[in-house]
């Protein structure tokens, strides 16, 4: 499986962005996806995720509200769409999948991850 984050950028404080991660395979809807993210200097933790059949999500507390995980199990790929940004949501954005339809919010369930990609917010 692999996977490919995109539609991270240079966004004010209060800005939107969506984030896109593409997955190769013919298992997708059979995945939970996880979004993850890096901010400098700190430990990778988690953002949000979905299950298999997108009934099913979870957030951290830091980003409830404002952000919306979803997926297109038909173009097998998952979406982040980030409002009200704030310069503490800079980070590298990555994206994983699990091998099972369970959404999970630690790092060891997923087996496979994008290359991330870059979210700045300026204030």
């Known amino acids: 499986v692999q996977l490919q984050a995109s539609g991270g950028g240079l966004v004010q404080a209060g800005g939107s962005l969506r984030l896109s991660c593409a997955t190769s395979?013919?298992?997708?809807?059979?995945?939970?996806m996880g979004w993850f993210r890096r901010a400098p200097g700190k430990e990778r933790e988690f953002v949000a995720a979905i299950s298999g059949s997108g009934l099913s999500t979870n957030y951290a507390d830091s980003v409830k509200g404002r952000f919306t995980i979803s997926r297109d199990n038909a173009k097998t790929t998952v979406y982040l769409q980030m409002n009200s940004l704030k310069p503490e949501d800079t980070a590298v954005y990555y994206c994983a999948a699990s091998y099972t339809s369970t959404w999970y919010k630690r790092e060891y369930e997923y087996d496979y991850w994008g290359q991330g990609t870059l979210v700045t917010v300026s204030s």
């Open positions: 395979g013919r298992t997708f809807s059979n995945r939970g």
